[in-house]
Structure formats: structure tokens, C-alpha cells
């Protein structure tokens, strides 16, 4: 009998007693720990929880302990949700990892189209260097959050509401947060085909330079046969500029026929655009100097046009 009155008292502070250490409601939820009310979960635990499931394999929660430790497997093979049953979020300051892996595969994409002008919008980006405010670092214990705002100094990156503007697909607002964050990793693509459209252009300036070049190489050797750049008094003739390249200055000779009404010097840029016109009055041989100040570093042409016609096209170097 009096083991009967035992158990029953016993059962009743299990059960009944509103502040007790080991609890079960009629729902089967249990909680353990020092609590008041009935528990609302199926196990509802109040203090730290360490779950050994083998000597490999640990679990640790110490909210009041060190720092919080999740340590799974001394073997690496634990894992955090699986491919089928996914996490949605999760929050950190820090994630330290050696491979980051994007699911990327043909068979998850449907509706692949190009990029449209990915170089005009990485063009419109403003990248920036930044510190974190203090007050970001909130619920952090005092004795930490020096640490974590020097962590947070000189950092790189973008604003979130200036790259909604360019490319509001690259920015989602967290509500739970009231952030606006910018997924960086979706960003590379764009910057992958910017780069491939920024070559295509330089593919093509080059091959217009190169056609250039030899047009001036194919004009200079059906001109000047002479190899000491003599000229013919009899008809009007270009002589390569010497020195060539040039610093400071370069002497250009040329030879105008007694018979020419009109005779200039011109010197252009290699996108064809006239940079200076000189007016040769001089007949027969002569020559001019052009200064290295006048112009900026670069590769030039010059052409002799008389009475409307171009006679010879030379190139010059101008360096520092």
C-alpha cells in the first residue's frame, strides 16, 4: 500500500506539477529542465543538451558553456540537410569552408537564353570598400563586439539598392532582417560574358590596326624602291620621318612637283580621325619638323595630299 502512494505521488509530479524537472503533458510533449506550464514540444529542453551517439560522433548545444560547438564527425562525414530535404536559411557572421558547390546541373534549368549587354551593366556597377556599422552586430555579448567590428573593417563589395537598379535579380529583400542582400555568386556569369564581349571588341580594333599597318607597309614599298629615301624632283614623293620612333622630335622629307596647285601634310590617329593639317608651299624637295609635345604617346600616320590626291601614307612612333 504504501508503494502504491508512492508511485501515484510520484506520477502526479510528473505529470501535474507546474515547476517540476521532468514533465509530460497529455499530448506526450516532455519537457526536462526547470520550467513552468506544460511543455509545447515533443522534447522541450530548458538548460545545455549534449548528445553523444559515439565516440566519433558529437552534438554539442552550450549556450552558457564556451562558444557554441557543432561537432558531428571526427570521420567528415556528417552533413546538414539532404538533397531532398533542404535547409531555407541559414544566418551567419563567418562561414569557413574548402568547397562551395552550386547547383548548376542541365537538368534542374529550363528557358536558357543569352545575357542581354552584360558588359553594360557590370559597366554601371560601383564597386565600393566599407565598414560595418556597430550597431549591425546586434545580441552579441559585450566582450565581443570590439572583436567583430574590426573584423567587419575593410570590406568590398556593392550596394544592394544601387545594384536593384541595374540588375534586380541579383537583389532580394529579407524581410526578418529589413536587409536588402545581393547574391555575388549569380553575379559571376555576368561578369564572365562582359569579359568575352569586352575581348570580341578588342579582337576587332586590333584587325582594323593590323589591316592598317599593312596597308601603310604595302603604299610605303611600291613608293619608296630607294633604299636611302631619295626622291625623284619630277614627281611628288613621302620620305619615312627619322627619327623614328621619337621623343622629342621627328623630321619629315617629301618632294612637291613645280606643276602642284595645292599640297598639304596631314597626320592622323589610327581610328582615321585628322589630328593636324600642315599647308606645304614649298615645290621640290623640303621638309618639316614635328614636335613629340603635340602629340601623346602613340602610333600616328602621316599623308602627302596634292591637288586632292594621296600621294604616300608613312607611320610614325611617338614614346614617352
Avoid at 25 to 30: I, L, R
Avoid at 43 to 51: H, K, N, S, Y
Amino acid at each position: 500500500m504504501k508503494r502504491l502512494v508512492i508511485v501515484v505521488i510520484s506520477m502526479s509530479i510528473f505529470f501535474c506539477n507546474t515547476e517540476a524537472q521532468l514533465k509530460m503533458d497529455c499530448d506526450g510533449d516532455v519537457g526536462i529542465g526547470y520550467m513552468s506550464g506544460d511543455p509545447n514540444y515533443k522534447l522541450q529542453v530548458r538548460g545545455d543538451v549534449q548528445i553523444d551517439v559515439s565516440s566519433a560522433c558529437k552534438f554539442y548545444f552550450l549556450l552558457y558553456g564556451t562558444s557554441p560547438l557543432f561537432r558531428p564527425s571526427w570521420s567528415n562525414s556528417a552533413r546538414i540537410g539532404l538533397s531532398n530535404y533542404k535547409l531555407y536559411y541559414l544566418y551567419s557572421n563567418n562561414v569557413w569552408y574548402n568547397n562551395l558547390y552550386n547547383m548548376s546541373d542541365i537538368s534542374i534549368k529550363e528557358n536558357i537564353r543569352s545575357i542581354d549587354r552584360p558588359l553594360d551593366a557590370i559597366l554601371q556597377i560601383r564597386g565600393i570598400q566599407y565598414d560595418l556599422k556597430r550597431d549591425y552586430f546586434t545580441n552579441t555579448p559585450e566582450e565581443r563586439i570590439d572583436e567583430l567590428v574590426e573584423e567587419g573593417k575593410n570590406k568590398y563589395g556593392v550596394v544592394a539598392q544601387e545594384l536593384k537598379e541595374i540588375l534586380p535579380d541579383l537583389v532580394v529583400y529579407n524581410e526578418e532582417a529589413e536587409l536588402y542582400v545581393v547574391n555575388y555568386v549569380e553575379m559571376i556569369p555576368i561578369l564572365v560574358e562582359a569579359i568575352k564581349e569586352q575581348q570580341e571588341m578588342i579582337d576587332d580594333l586590333q584587325n582594323e590596326i593590323h589591316a592598317v599597318q599593312n596597308d601603310v607597309n604595302l603604299k610605303s614599298a611600291s613608293i619608296n624602291d630607294n633604299p636611302e629615301g631619295s626622291i625623284n624632283e619630277t614627281q611628288s614623293a613621302l620620305v619615312q620621318n627619322s627619327p623614328n620612333p621619337f621623343s622629342e622630335s621627328t623630321e619629315i622629307h617629301f618632294s612637291i612637283s613645280e606643276e602642284t596647285q595645292n599640297a598639304v601634310l596631314n597626320v592622323y590617329n589610327l581610328s582615321g580621325t585628322q589630328l593636324k593639317s600642315i599647308e606645304l608651299y614649298q615645290r621640290g624637295e623640303g621638309s618639316i619638323i614635328i614636335s613629340g609635345g603635340e602629340f601623346d604617346p602613340g602610333i600616328y600616320l602621316y599623308a602627302l595630299i596634292t591637288d586632292g590626291k594621296v600621294i604616300d601614307t608613312k607611320q610614325m612612333v611617338l614614346t614617352n
